[in-house]
């Protein structure tokens, strides 16, 4: 004869299976996600400097033989002091603050324009890291701008 087989022992192991998968989706979902998508600590003064860099989409940009687009060109930003930074569009023509390669920035995250900046709206972004980035206008390649951000200097 042979010895009846239980499904007790099957019905143990998927139970096992399911609580163990259980406690590993709480854990990633409680602690893992919230610790890898926390914004890290900045100091306030670079949260909220005392200035701002803003910088003119002039008129006429649009027009690849006019030199000037982005005024000023090239902008030195200094955290704490003017790296809350404000793009407004003074043409009659809808441009982008497209970075020239990938930047993001660990608190405000990813830099560039989402769509268009249509004529008389602005685009802000604060920088919060030491960086040097280089951007132009999508529709207009011709249309060019760098920031150099530093810290402080005491």
Not at 99 to 122: A, C, Q, W
Request: overall charge negative; proline content about 6%.
């Amino acid at each position: 004869m042979s010895a009846p087989t239980s499904s007790h022992a099957y019905g143990i192991g998927i139970m096992a299976v399911i609580i163990g998968a259980a406690v590993g989706i709480g854990y990633y979902q409680m602690y893992y996600l919230p610790e890898s998508l926390a914004k890290p600590k900045v100091s306030h003064e670079i949260l909220e400097p005392v200035g701002k860099s803003e910088i003119s989409i002039i008129m006429g940009s649009a027009n690849p033989e006019q030199v000037d687009n982005f005024i000023p060109k090239l902008v030195n930003v200094q955290l704490g002091v003017d790296n809350h930074v404000v793009w407004t569009n003074n043409d009659d023509t809808a441009h982008t603050v497209t970075p020239d390669h990938r930047m993001e920035d660990s608190y405000s995250g990813d830099f560039g324009s989402l769509g268009v900046i249509k004529p008389g709206e602005t685009y802000e972004f604060l920088f919060t890291e030491a960086n040097v980035v280089e951007y132009h206008c999508t529709p207009h390649p011709w249309m060019k701008g760098s920031l150099e951000i530093t810290k402080q200097r005491f």
